[in-house]
RNA sequence: GCUGCUGUAGCUCAGUGGUAGAGCACUCCCUUGGUAAGGGAGAGGUCCAGAGUUCGAAUCUCUGCAGCAGCACCA
């Protein structure tokens, strides 16, 4: 790259004739770009840059030579990547690198990657002791005690705002004949990604559930229903396996086993509209809980491979499409996208380093009440087909906490930290002082810590701060004497002496969960 | 799954064809100190696994497993 750059070779533009072109890099064995220009409509003029001794085809626009590359660049990785994004096709091998203006811009650059790879849920969980993975269960996460903690924090929050809000919580099977797979057609399509169990004198073949859908369909007919019932909302948080690829799996984001918080709506036709307002609405709320004020949308439509037929898919992107527009979301279109057997709505957010991962979705689904034979007695007492709205807003916890995790890079608000608020003491004589205080904060429903330790106040402060404790309730003989606490926030540099009466009341709302706060259920 | 890279103490990482190192963490002792590291001592490793080359392998080769990056996949 230096030489090159040093060289400082004019970049030469040429337009050529299509089958000269084509001719040229033929003899020159580079077959990808020949056939690159054969794909190119007609219309399209063919250029070439020419750099000293290489030859290349392409629209450009290049710099003038080499030299403008200037210095301040770096090359980043090597990595392979299919032919035309095929994976039938051979690889080739793509280098990635970066360049900027001069050194100290691209320093700034590699210094933003740096924090960012600081912010990586993976890192954060080993240091905060959140969960760790390991070779025994790949793609499965062990749950430290603050981790778990955090996810049923989570969890708590989420079956409060599906209580509040009309969905009935199930818990359905894990284990399921392939019979109820094939019905559903998933078999046909994921076999090759589900997890399969036998047992030696059974001739049943047993699949780990892979989603939940077919099981709730299992319950809604149980019994006859009517039109009445509708719209049902069966939520389940759905503990889920995928035999996911190696190269696909990526801390606790992308994983084999995970739990979705998952729910199917069974309605009519024309309760697609009002359950997709109603449906925006919750997530965008409960997104703004967590912190995310801003999320993209991608609207996916019919895949190549699917089932239904084309009218079906008509009515459904139509009906999903039509209720959008009431709820007055933005999307950006995601052609061939869509679930096998309907349109979907992704809800996506991005990770510190960039990415873009899907955790809610909305999908509508004429195709499984059909094949699994749902069905309700209508205002007519006819028997109908109910529609069906997959739907989920985390995603999967697993996904939806690493991305929380990066989101504040383990510095979580108060609602959400696992360990809430760590009592320490400055001098021994304050422990059983201490030991009040943190019993009283215990009592208002804190998650407490309390460090005794024969530690120096500072190496405490230093200590529960790397550990990103929100708050940190010092006692000395001072406090002990005068029952007041000398509170310090996470980040503060300071701190303010309370009353413990009043400290205890006011930590206590500051770590109510933001429903709760709201009154929702109220 | 594909391509490339990586695998050494709990963590971060150094190291070398001749019996393994640092910092932090940990344990113990001293220290009771008022808001981001008080001092000292100690313990800790099948150098991912298996096979091969070699007098000798943690180091070289191959295979496997896992991780990382990108690609492909994602009900």
Not at 484 to 495: C, D, E, P
């Amino acid at each position: 790259m230096r030489e090159i750059v040093a060289a400082n070779a004019a970049f030469k533009r040429q337009e050529i004739d299509r089958e000269e072109a084509i001719a040229f890099f033929q003899a020159r064995g580079e077959k990808y770009k020949a056939q690159l220009i054969q794909d190119l409509p007609a219309s399209e003029t063919i250029t070439l840059y020419t750099q000293g001794e290489w030859v290349d085809l392409c629209r450009g626009a290049h710099l003038r030579a080499t030299g403008d590359v200037g210095t301040a660049f770096k090359l980043m990785k090597v990595a392979g990547a299919y032919w035309r994004g095929d994976h039938r096709n051979a690889m080739l091998s793509r280098i990635y690198g970066t360049a900027w203006r001069d050194q100290k811009e691209l320093d700034a650059y590699l210094h933003m990657l740096e924090e960012a790879e600081r912010r990586d849920h993976r890192r954060i969980g080993k240091d905060m002791g959140l969960f760790h993975i390991q070779e025994e269960a790949v793609g499965s996460v062990f749950w430290h005690p603050k981790g778990w903690k955090l996810y049923r924090t989570a969890e708590a929050y989420m079956r409060r705002r599906l209580e509040a809000t009309g969905y009935q919580e199930v818990k359905t099977p894990q284990l399921v004949d392939r019979a109820l797979w094939e019905a559903s057609g998933h078999w046909e399509k994921f076999r090759e990604h589900m997890f399969v169990a036998q047992v030696e004198d059974e001739d049943k073949v047993l699949a780990l559930k892979p989603m939940n859908c077919p099981c709730h369909v299992q319950i809604f007919r149980q019994g006859l229903r009517s039109y009445r019932e509708l719209p049902l909302r069966m939520a389940e948080f759905g503990s889920c396996h995928r035999y996911e690829p190696s190269g696909a799996l990526h801390g606790i984001m992308r994983v084999r086993a995970f739990t979705q918080d998952d729910a199917h709506i069974f309605c009519a036709e024309d309760q697609i509209a009002p359950e997709t307002v109603a449906f925006v609405e919750l997530l965008s709320s409960i997104y703004r809980d967590f912190g995310f004020e801003s999320f993209q949308v991608k609207f996916s439509d019919r895949p190549a491979v699917r089932a239904g037929t084309d009218e079906t898919w008509d009515r459904a992107e139509g009906a999903l499409k039509q209720a959008c527009a009431t709820a007055g979301v933005d999307y950006t279109l995601n052609p061939g996208e869509g679930a096998f057997y309907g349109p979907k709505l992704e809800f996506v957010l991005r990770d510190a380093i960039g990415r873009d991962w899907q955790c809610g979705t909305l999908q509508v689904d004429f195709v499984l009440p059909e094949r699994l034979d749902a069905e309700y007695v209508g205002e007519d007492g006819a028997r109908h087909r109910p529609v069906m709205l997959h739907r989920a807003i985390l995603g999967s916890f697993e996904r939806f906490l690493g991305i929380l995790i990066e989101q504040y890079a383990g510095r979580f608000p108060i609602w959400l930290a696992p360990v809430q608020a760590v009592v320490a003491t400055i001098v021994s004589d304050a422990d059983p002082y201490a030991e009040e205080v943190a019993a009283a904060l215990r009592k208002a429903g804190l998650e407490v810590r309390i460090d005794l330790t024969n530690q120096k106040i500072n190496a405490k402060v230093r200590e529960h701060s790397l550990a990103h404790v929100p708050l940190l309730v010092v006692v000395g003989r001072k406090e002990a004497e005068t029952r007041t606490v000398a509170l310090r926030r996470l980040g503060g540099q300071n701190q303010e002496v309370l009353d413990l009466v009043d400290a205890v009341a006011r930590l206590a709302a500051e770590a109510m969960a933001p429903d709760l706060a709201r009154g929702d259920l109220a």
